[in-house]
């Protein structure tokens, strides 16, 4: 017979595997694959933003519903259709051929980590009491930020050494340890008869809002941003986030509990992580960048990013020290002083094209945001009762997927219409590169060469022309996520004046 001590150990072995795994597919990890991938599978630049989004998106409206059918029909139940979803879901994503294959198959990973982060976490407190949890939660999460820290690297290591496959096919293995661990060592669910009924208007009000919002930021300059393709969207999305707005504040059980942001202190603490969370986004595009300008190899960029990731494994030991002593607010102010000036350092210099230029801004970036993100949700959690954490956490969860999928928006949508309007004009005012698709040209610059029409000379020069390009668009966008750098200042010294360490 399985002893406590022993199913304990199975259920943090289970989740650290399973939270390493979801970080993993939602990281820079991936992004340092996007050049092979891009390059094996022939993927646009606004398919590969996709193959990212794709997750991201489908997670940020998922994840609450996730949480209420684990309460509906059991923990251990959603979590293990949860794996079994992602193990699929991930075998289609390394067998993929062409761009539906490989977005549905990255669609189908978040609806199954969309069911695994909610009731993991609920299998955790249901298997630890209150005096254990913290620590258990700790050190799961612990290990799992590894996997954040590095995954740049881990994803570089694979696709260099073996295939950029590699990243999809090593879920499966986790997958089906994890999916054993939960039927042969995890306690069987016990269910309320009566579980409250589930928010089905607001999910599908939140759904479509959030979707028309990110689709029009992504595809704006594909359909071009005046159509009514792209204003018919945004006008969408303000509908139905205003209709689940309402519905959320008059519901007896909402999907998301909005009445808690009358409280000044939580509407703060989920402005400002939120807004950290969308930063990292940046991360995705530094991995792309760094292979397609600098010619490093994947774990050449993973390696380049270290700056920017690793640190913050010692800085959040700090960060949560410091927090505790003093409050929130002496780190939280100085986190964010340094986010907002690595993001626009990494904005100023990207042209000069210097890595050495660059590593300041990776450091200061590595340094700000583990002094945000711990003491900001601190401000989220002491902000409600004890019996209020668990919507507290679903909560600031919940919105930082959002501020994930629209800072990747917000991004791909500076980036893409900066860089292919430039192109666009390239193509069309140099005769020798008449009859030249972008398409090519961004398979070029991801390391395949598709135009034959040209010599090696005027090939070069075009690709050195397309680096620049792109290495202004990259610029640009890093100056709109510093717009999210920047509130995040802006709130955290609101927060500091309203709330004075006393």
Not at 330 to 349: D, E, Q
Request: aromatic share 12%; net charge positive; charged share 5%.
């Amino acid at each position: 017979m399985t002893t406590t001590s022993t199913i304990k150990t199975l259920v943090i072995i289970a989740m650290t595997a399973c939270f390493s795994m979801i970080f993993l597919n939602e990281s820079g990890a991936i992004a340092v694959t996007f050049p092979q991938m891009q390059q094996a599978l022939n993927l646009s630049n606004g398919a590969i933003n996709w193959v990212m989004n794709g997750f991201l998106l489908t997670a940020a409206t998922l994840l609450l519903l996730g949480g209420k059918l684990a309460d509906h029909y059991g923990r251990r139940k959603i979590f293990m259709i949860g794996l079994t979803l992602f193990l699929i879901a991930s075998t289609i994503c390394a067998c993929s051929q062409n761009t539906w294959m490989m977005i549905s198959g990255r669609v189908l990973q978040a609806i199954g980590a969309s069911l695994i982060y909610p009731s993991g976490s609920a299998l955790i407190s249901m298997n630890f009491p209150k005096n254990e949890f913290a620590k258990a939660y700790g050190t799961i999460m612990g290990f799992a930020y590894l996997f954040v820290a590095f995954g740049p690297f881990i994803g570089g290591l694979f696709t260099d050494l073996l295939n950029w496959r590699w990243i999809f096919w090593i879920n499966v293995p986790i997958s089906a340890l994890c999916l054993f661990l939960a039927i042969s060592a995890m306690p069987k669910d016990i269910t309320s008869p009566n579980p409250p009924p589930l928010d089905i208007k607001g999910l599908i009000t939140f759904i479509i809002g959030l979707g028309a919002l990110v689709v029009a930021l992504m595809e704006g300059d594909q359909f071009g941003w005046g159509s009514l393709s792209t204003v018919g969207l945004f006008v969408i999305a303000i509908i139905f986030l205003g209709l689940f707005a309402k519905i959320e504040l008059t519901s007896t059980e909402p999907l998301l509990q909005l009445r808690l942001f009358k409280n000044k202190a939580f509407l703060a603490g989920n402005i400002i992580f939120p807004c950290t969370a969308a930063c990292f986004t940046a991360l995705v595009f530094w991995a792309i960048w760094l292979q397609q300008t600098f010619h490093y190899s994947p774990i050449m960029a993973g390696v380049a990013m270290i700056p920017a990731t690793a640190i913050s494994l010692v800085m959040l030991r700090v960060s949560g020290a410091w927090g505790s002593q003093s409050g929130p607010n002496k780190p939280m102010l100085l986190g964010s002083l340094l986010l907002v000036l690595g993001v626009f350092w990494i904005a100023v210099t990207a042209n000069a094209q210097s890595y050495l230029l660059l590593f300041w801004g990776f450091l200061l970036f590595g340094f700000g945001t583990p002094l945000i993100i711990p003491n900001s949700i601190g401000i989220i959690m002491h902000s409600v009762e004890p019996e209020q954490h668990g919507v507290a956490s679903g909560v600031y969860l919940t919105l930082q997927h959002v501020a994930f999928s629209l800072g990747f928006a917000v991004l791909a949508a500076v980036i893409t219409t900066y860089n292919d309007h430039a192109l666009t004009h390239l193509v069309q005012t140099t005769p020798s590169y008449s009859g030249i698709e972008l398409q090519q040209i961004h398979v070029l610059l991801a390391g395949k060469n598709t135009i034959t029409q040209l010599g090696a000379a005027a090939l070069n020069d075009l690709k050195q022309t397309a680096v620049a390009i792109y290495t202004q668009a990259f610029s640009y966008g890093m100056a709109a996520i510093g717009i999210f750098a920047l509130m995040t200042l802006v709130f955290s010294l609101s927060y500091s004046l309203s709330h004075p360490r006393k």
